[in-house]
């Protein structure tokens, strides 16, 4: 794989562009999750089930989509296909305005914006492939990803601050506003962004062709270990943000509490991305931060299931999220590296694609083990222990499949010039 032009300084602006449409696409998918209850069941005299499916509905999306936005990124190169997503979560966005008090409008509206995801998060390791430096590429691929978490944690922060009461018309500004924001990253994408000029590996020409790349990418071992691998990850990560309510309830720990917990969980994943990321780059460490990390990982999320105080949640939620979440620019970029840039947006499809079929299956498994207890001499497990214990053990096979991998630089002990 060819290195860009030395240090174009424009690659930041490129990379901010693409960031800020990262980050709306998570306002948009999560602007009602912060709200669910009692705002958003209130104004609709809906079930709470039935508001679930306004975010739970972006995954189903995103599954039958990741392939085809992959092998576009590949055709038409990340620009195109990033303005496209960034267009259609700007106009569905909108026209869920129109919906006013129908709840099953409104639920088209927001599924049909997720069909813009894909679009988004599949093209990051192509614009860091093509723009950075092999010694940036995975900072760019953290920077991007992290637009995602701090997207996340200003829709779940700004709804309830915007929507305190089952209010139709302050919900109707909150839609205003994060619609408003999402055509403004679109705008400035579509002004700012470019594809480097003077690529020397060439796209595929034909759907075939891409095709053809797709059977060989799915056949390294390398992306086939980075797929179970963010199964694993994303998963884990979707299970314990979908559930770290209803886990520390039956710990005595109410619901303020919890939300702390899981802001910490992101802030410290979106410092991890870029810590991570740069230390990975600098020193050539990109398998043993995965080995490094499923580890730590795996520990943290082992005690993270006992009986226990804030102090000792909030710790492990720090120790879970800065070393679980950059698993995945770290991950990308293993990928890239694999593939080369000209198959990069057909490897981020597949390891995307297999991790939003994590996020389904843990989100599902930890609810249904959410009961089931075991009692060991003095030990009785509490509710959810086992779903959490779940969550370690796979950390655990993570760690055990990163022995897999194969090595894409080698360690250094000296940063590259």
């Keep these: 794989m060819s290195d860009p032009e030395p240090r174009n300084p424009y690659r930041w602006v490129v990379l901010f562009a693409y960031t800020l449409v990262a980050f709306s696409t998570q306002l948009i998918w999560l602007n009602f999750s912060g709200i669910a209850e009692p705002q958003v069941t209130g104004i609709f005299n809906a079930s709470i089930?039935?508001?679930?499916?306004?975010?739970?509905?972006?995954?189903?999306?995103?599954?039958?989509?990741?392939?085809?936005?992959?092998?576009?990124?590949?055709?038409?190169?990340?620009?195109?296909?990033?303005?496209?997503?960034?267009?259609?979560?700007?106009v569905f966005s909108w026209l869920r305005l129109t919906a006013g008090l129908n709840f099953g409008?409104?639920?088209l509206y927001q599924t049909l914006a997720g069909v813009g995801q894909p679009f988004v998060?599949?093209?990051?390791?192509?614009?860091a492939g093509s723009w950075f430096p092999k010694g940036e590429q995975t900072l760019a691929n953290g920077i991007g990803t992290m637009g995602q978490l701090v997207g996340m944690?200003?829709?779940?922060?700004?709804?309830?601050?915007?929507?305190?009461?089952?209010s139709f018309g302050e919900l109707q500004q909150n839609m205003i506003v994060f619609s408003a924001i999402v055509t403004v990253s679109f705008a400035l994408f579509a002004l700012l962004a470019k594809e480097r000029g003077g690529v020397t590996e060439e796209r595929p020409h034909s759907w075939g062709s891409l095709l053809g790349?797709?059977?060989?990418?799915?056949?390294?071992?390398?992306?086939?270990?980075?797929?179970?691998?963010?199964?694993?990850?994303?998963?884990?990560?979707?299970?314990?943000?979908?559930?770290?309510?209803?886990?520390l309830s039956t710990r005595g720990l109410g619901s303020l509490d919890a939300g702390l917990?899981?802001?910490?969980?992101?802030?410290?994943?979106?410092?991890?991305?870029?810590?991570?990321?740069?230390?990975?780059?600098?020193?050539?460490?990109?398998?043993?931060?995965?080995?490094?990390?499923?580890?730590?990982?795996?520990?943290?999320?082992?005690?993270?299931?006992?009986?226990?105080?804030?102090?000792?949640?909030?710790?492990?939620?720090?120790?879970?999220?800065?070393?679980?979440?950059?698993?995945?620019?770290v991950g990308l970029q293993i990928?890239?590296?694999?593939?080369?840039?000209?198959?990069?947006?057909?490897?981020?499809?597949?390891?995307?694609?297999?991790?939003?079929?994590?996020?389904?299956?843990?989100?599902?498994?930890?609810?249904?083990?959410?009961?089931?207890?075991f009692t060991i001499g003095t030990f009785v497990a509490p509710q959810w222990f086992i779903s959490v214990l779940l969550c370690s053990l796979l950390a655990l096979v993570g760690f055990g499949l990163s022995f897999l991998l194969t090595d894409t630089r080698k360690a250094t002990s000296n940063p590259p010039a």
């Excluded at 200003?154 to 009461?165: F, Q």
């Excluded at 390398?222 to 309510?245: H, K």
Aim: neutral net charge; charged residues 10%.
């Design 49 to 90: 089930d039935q508001v679930g499916y306004l975010a739970a509905f972006w995954p189903l999306v995103f599954i039958p989509l990741s392939l085809p936005t992959g092998l576009s990124v590949d055709r038409w190169g990340f620009r195109l296909n990033v303005a496209v997503g960034s267009l259609i979560l700007t």
């Design 213 to 247: 790349e797709l059977k060989s990418v799915i056949k390294m071992r390398n992306i086939v270990v980075m797929m179970m691998l963010f199964f694993v990850g994303v998963g884990i990560f979707s299970g314990l943000i979908q559930w770290t309510e209803s886990i």
């Design 335 to 373: 990928s890239l590296e694999t593939v080369g840039e000209a198959r990069s947006g057909t490897a981020a499809s597949v390891v995307w694609l297999a991790s939003q079929v994590g996020a389904l299956f843990l989100i599902v498994a930890m609810s249904g083990l959410s009961t089931f207890s």
């Design 105 to 107: 409008l409104l639920l």
């Design 121 to 127: 998060y599949n093209a990051i390791s192509k614009l």
């Design 153 to 166: 944690i200003t829709a779940l922060v700004v709804g309830p601050l915007m929507v305190p009461d089952s």
């Design 261 to 329: 917990i899981g802001a910490v969980l992101l802030v410290s994943g979106i410092v991890g991305m870029v810590v991570i990321s740069y230390i990975a780059d600098k020193y050539s460490m990109l398998k043993r931060f995965v080995t490094i990390n499923t580890l730590i990982s795996a520990l943290f999320l082992f005690v993270f299931g006992f009986q226990a105080g804030l102090a000792f949640y909030a710790l492990s939620a720090v120790l879970i999220g800065f070393f679980l979440l950059s698993l995945a620019p």
